[in-house]
């Protein structure tokens, strides 16, 4: 019976899953390379960045920065613009 069951199986045509499963998994590699993941802390404070951030160019590098060292950096280029 074992025997019987076998051969049954190794004749039955099943569409070959391999090449679905390579696709998906180049899809989902491609989609995490793409995927920019959420700064977890600011920059400047090192406090956690809970919702929003904002990037800020500091030193020829962008950071990311809280909501409260993006009101302090407004202010203080808006200081400097006004002389």
Known sequence: ???LLLEILAKSET???WPCVGFAVVV???AGLLHKPKPSRCEICHNTIN???YTWELD???KHVCPECNTSLRRKAS???LG
């Open 28 to 30: 989902l590699i491609i």
């Open 15 to 17: 569409p070959c899953v």
């Open 51 to 53: 919702r929003k951030w």
């Open 1 to 3: 019976m074992n025997l």
């Open 79 to 81: 200081k400097n613009a």
């Open 60 to 62: 020829g590098k962008k």
